[in-house]
């Protein structure tokens, strides 16, 4: 990991124009947090003079990157304080409850690996109960208004080894599914849809020789030696894989180009360009017609784009709503890009959930309206088609948590645009 923070080089380029804090959602909730301007390029240079120096109020930061979206210099700042947070925060072991909280949240693949099992219907309705619930919020500090993802009965990667791989061999090109801990665990129907698409575009799908969770929990609550070494398992089976490296998810996306050489120091830039989300990478390829779509012609749905902060951060928001807008019988609504709270595993801890709540209000009420004003405007098509009313409607996005957050926060489903994409299609 980086002993010093990667952003001192262009720390002098911040012109303390404080388009940072304007943008920061945790500065407009808590004024306990100092803001991005403060805690990354001010704070840095207190950090440099003294390397003692540590703001405990750091732990606030969302890592949303929305500081660095609005900087008009290219400063650094989500990843200045994610450095601070690792260098004088890091969690080498399990110390307190709250350590094993952390831990426990953060680590994935131990969990997911132990749940997502035939027991999983067992552990999902113990996690359900108010029991539980109290128990964890009174020891661990797990909040007990959170409502936790459910686990599968069966792992993505048992599923497609099973029912999938062999199949995958009879098409002559090929693409590298990173499927994340999300797919893999909790919802193996993403995986499935995204092996729908990529089939239907006429491309086969492999797995990594070997994938591990991106780290970015990890990283975030602490323990970013673990972090690096997943990270290095993942770009040695990224170098390895056939073709380009597809995934669903931005945050995992974003993790693996973005923060593992910025914050965990590892060097990726022989591999970055070839890791991108599907439909960055397919939205060309079908606007230049490179690849052909066919789409059911009874396909109905109203949806409303969430962009997710780590979508923003890439810009890659684009080229998924261009898919969407493809879809005949897609509605589409674009909404206004706000941040949702709950920070990966941000949101789930007591002492941090009314932050999050807070925080996700402003996009709660966006969604609210834009499934108010759907139902009410009259469906687009020929006379005769269903009332508006009877149209589904879903919220957009590529964000895991932030699919957990609105979902439990508003009651509306949402769907990934690759499942929207798979339910779209008219193949056999």
């Known amino acids: 990991?980086?002993?010093?923070?990667?952003?001192?080089?262009?720390?002098?380029?911040?012109?303390?124009?404080?388009?940072?804090?304007?943008?920061?959602?945790?500065?407009?909730?808590?004024?306990?947090?100092?803001?991005?301007?403060?805690?990354?390029?001010d704070g840095e240079r207190y950090r440099i003079k003294d390397p003692e120096y540590y703001d405990y109020a750091l732990k606030f930061c969302l890592n949303c990157k929305r500081c660095e979206v609005a900087c008009p210099s290219g400063v650094k700042i989500g990843d200045m304080i994610q450095t601070?947070?690792?260098?004088?925060?890091?969690?080498?072991?399990?110390?307190?409850?709250?350590?094993?909280?952390?831990?426990?949240?953060?680590?994935?693949?131990?969990v997911g690996g132990m749940t997502a099992s035939p027991l999983a219907p067992v552990a999902n309705g113990v996690l359900k109960?108010?029991?539980?619930?109290?128990?964890?919020?009174?020891?661990?500090?797990?909040?007990?208004?959170?409502?936790?993802?459910?686990?599968?009965?069966?792992?993505?990667?048992?599923?497609?080894?099973?029912?999938?791989?062999?199949?995958?061999?009879?098409?002559d090109k090929?693409?590298?599914?990173?499927?994340?801990?999300?797919?893999?665990?909790?919802?193996?129907?993403?995986?499935?849809?995204?092996?729908?698409v990529l089939n239907a575009a006429g491309y086969g799908v492999q797995l990594l020789d070997k994938e591990k969770c991106c780290g970015i929990a990890l990283m975030s609550n602490g323990f970013a030696a673990k972090a690096a070494r997943q990270g290095r398992t993942n770009l040695e089976s990224i170098r390895k894989a056939a073709g380009p490296v597809l995934t669903v998810s931005s945050s995992c996306t974003h993790m693996m180009r973005e923060e593992y050489p910025e914050v965990l120091g590892l060097p990726n830039e022989d591999v970055k360009d070839n890791i991108?989300?599907?439909?960055?990478?397919?939205?060309?390829?079908?606007?230049?017609?490179?690849?052909?779509?066919?789409?059911r012609k009874d396909f109905r749905m109203k949806v409303a784009y969430h962009t997710a902060c780590h979508m923003q951060r890439m810009g890659w928001q684009e080229f998924s709503i261009r898919i969407l807008r493809?879809?005949?019988?897609?509605?589409?609504?674009?909404?206004?890009?706000?941040?949702?709270?709950?920070?990966?595993?941000?949101?789930?801890k007591k002492e941090n959930y009314k932050y999050s709540q807070a925080i996700g209000e402003l996009l709660f009420s966006e969604i609210r309206k834009a499934k108010d004003a759907a139902v009410s405007r009259p469906s687009?098509?020929?006379?005769?088609?269903?009332?508006?009313?009877?149209?589904?409607?879903?919220?957009?996005?590529?964000?895991?948590?932030c699919k957990w957050q609105i979902e439990m926060s508003t009651g509306i489903p949402v769907m990934n645009p690759v499942s929207i994409l798979a339910q779209a299609l008219d193949v056999e």
């Open 1 to 41: 990991m980086q002993e010093t923070s990667i952003s001192t080089a262009n720390l002098e380029q911040c012109l303390k124009c404080n388009l940072c804090t304007l943008v920061c959602p945790m500065l407009a909730v808590n004024e306990q947090y100092p803001g991005p301007k403060k805690a990354g390029p």
């Open 84 to 110: 601070a947070r690792i260098k004088y925060g890091s969690q080498s072991k399990v110390r307190s409850l709250h350590g094993l909280r952390d831990w426990t949240l953060a680590s994935t693949d131990f």
């Open 129 to 171: 109960t108010g029991v539980a619930k109290a128990v964890l919020h009174g020891t661990l500090g797990v909040d007990k208004h959170r409502t936790f993802p459910a686990y599968s009965s069966q792992k993505f990667e048992t599923w497609f080894r099973k029912e999938a791989q062999q199949a995958q061999e009879s098409y």
């Open 174 to 196: 090929k693409v590298s599914f990173f499927h994340g801990c999300y797919a893999n665990y909790n919802y193996p129907q993403l995986g499935k849809d995204f092996v729908k």
């Open 276 to 295: 991108l989300l599907l439909t960055r990478w397919l939205y060309p390829k079908l606007a230049s017609g490179e690849v052909k779509l066919n789409f």
């Open 326 to 348: 493809m879809i005949p019988g897609l509605e589409l609504t674009v909404m206004e890009p706000y941040c949702c709270g709950i920070s990966g595993t941000f949101g789930f």
């Open 380 to 401: 687009a098509g020929s006379p005769g088609a269903e009332p508006a009313s009877d149209i589904p409607f879903v919220v957009a996005t590529e964000c895991e948590t």
